[in-house]
């Protein structure tokens, strides 16, 4: 007998400038299925998961970063066997 067990998310991809050398890097978060997850940008940027996001440049090492862009860029589903 299999068991089939389904984990969801959604990952959102974050287009953010430093402020200090001005470089954009891309960053990807992935947010799980879970109750009051966010399901599209309008959500996300409503919710409080980009208040525990973390920044520092891989050039100037500065952690102050400004987001400038967002968009979702897919559902993942993992699926495992038992």
């Known amino acids: 007998m299999q068991l089939l067990i389904s ?3 959604r ?8 402020e200090n050398c001005m470089r954009e890097t891309t960053r990807v978060l ?3 299925r879970i109750d009051d997850a966010p399901g599209d940008v309008e959500e996300l940027l409503e919710s409080g ?5 973390r920044f ?3 050039r100037c090492e500065s952690a102050i970063g ?12 993992a699926n495992a066997s038992h």
């Open 66 to 77: 400004l987001l400038v862009g967002a968009s979702l860029r897919r559902e993942v589903c």
């Open 30 to 32: 992935s947010v799980p």
């Open 56 to 58: 520092s440049c891989v």
């Open 49 to 53: 998961f980009l208040r525990s996001l």
């Open 7 to 9: 984990e969801v998310s």
């Open 11 to 18: 990952e959102f991809e974050l287009q953010i400038r430093c």
